[in-house]
């Protein structure tokens, strides 16, 4: 079995590649989405594909450093570990490209024809 310097060296490797794609999630969202007074821009296909492999990157590598640390079994590195998913996965949807892409989409509702006739309770006029 390997040294306990190992699994701890590759849990910091991992920590520092989840930390550096979390900081890119927040430059890309940064990168699509700022403007100065014009519309809401329209992330193109290659900002969301490059989105989904950062978010990839991030969420997986700190995973990959919760589990060596449990099978290091050590309490500081899990907890540590443990913190950096929840916040990985946090910044994920937080700096969502496109945004609002994790939210329900908002229940639509065809127009009223403009022959509408509303039927009121007792008035007759009602088919």
Do not use: H
């Amino acid at each position: 079995m390997s040294s306990p310097r190992v699994g701890r060296g590759w849990a910091f490797g991992l920590w520092a590649i989840g930390s550096l794609c979390g900081l890119a999630l927040l430059w890309q969202s940064f990168e699509v989405y700022f403007n100065l007074g014009s519309q809401t821009p329209v992330p193109s296909k290659s900002d969301i594909a490059r989105y989904d492999v950062t978010a990839i990157l991030c969420v997986g590598s700190v995973i990959a450093a919760l589990v060596i640390s449990i099978l290091r079994r050590s309490v500081w590195l899990i907890v540590f570990s443990s913190i950096l998913v929840v916040m990985a996965l946090g910044g994920s949807v937080l700096f969502a490209v496109p945004a609002g892409r994790w939210a329900p989409p908002e229940p639509t509702s065809e127009p009223l024809s403009p022959y509408y006739k509303p039927c009121y309770s007792g008035s007759g006029d009602c088919n």
